[in-house]
């Protein structure tokens, strides 16, 4: 099994903030997968890092691939309300492999 | 198209109670996964159904199964019900299950154990 670490747990800050949460393994990945799930809702995939390296920009949301694939950070820049979410990162399922998903990062953006 | 349906969305039982949770994947969808998610766990695999066929499981116990139809729709068994059951049940789908496939979840099914 592949672990990976998220931090922080949670985070609680106003709209405008800027903020980054980790995601950290002691495992290489081919790639890796982050998910925002919002209240009462199940997890939707935002974005996949595949190189070492790589950094991928989504509107106000910026992930970054660590060099070695062992870790992942997403970046939020000027936070908004509709941001409210859990954070999950997971290298992607399929095969033989057993889906890992970290903990999770709880993002709440005040108004 | 629509997304992936889950019944019922909340679910009160007793301990050593049964249930039976449903899941309908997106059309076209032949890979089903199951999740249980709760606070102290996090999000954690039950098992992958493809093609009626159970293809990866989770560490779970065996009060746990499943079981997906030929029309891809997939349903999950909790046989006597344990305080620790209490959590939101999760089932995702892709084409194929393949690691490049997208997994879309459903909205899950929030059961409670009394």
């Known amino acids: 099994t592949q672990l990976l670490e998220q931090s922080p747990q949670f985070l609680s800050i106003q709209e405008g903030e800027n903020l980054t949460v980790y995601c950290n393994s002691s495992?290489?990945?081919?790639?890796l997968q982050w998910y925002r799930q919002e209240p009462g809702e199940g997890p939707v995939l935002l974005v996949t890092v595949v190189t070492g390296g790589e950094v991928k920009k989504l509107k106000r949301l910026t992930f970054q691939f660590g060099d070695a694939r062992k870790d992942s950070s997403l970046h939020i820049t000027a936070a908004q309300p509709g941001d409210t979410g859990l954070y999950l990162c997971a290298p992607p399922a399929g095969g033989s492999y057993i889906p890992t998903f970290g903990r999770g990062t709880s993002l709440i953006v005040h108004p | 198209k629509a997304g992936v349906t889950q019944t019922p969305r909340y679910l009160i039982k007793t301990r050593g109670q049964q249930v039976t949770l449903s899941c309908s994947p997106i059309?076209?969808?032949?890979?089903v996964s199951w999740y249980q998610q709760t606070p102290g766990q996090g999000l954690q695999f039950l098992f992958e159904y493809f093609s009626e066929t159970q293809r990866n499981k989770g560490n779970f116990p065996g009060r746990f199964s499943g079981r997906q139809f030929s029309n891809s729709r997939s349903e999950m068994n909790v046989s006597t019900l344990e305080l620790g059951d209490s959590a939101l049940y999760l089932c995702?789908?892709?084409?194929?299950?393949?690691?490049?496939?997208?997994?879309?979840f459903g909205p899950g099914t929030r059961l409670t154990v009394l």
């Open positions: 995702a789908s892709s084409t194929s299950g393949s690691s490049t496939d997208t997994q879309y």
């Open positions: 495992s290489v990945f081919s790639s």
């Open positions: 059309s076209g969808h032949r890979s």
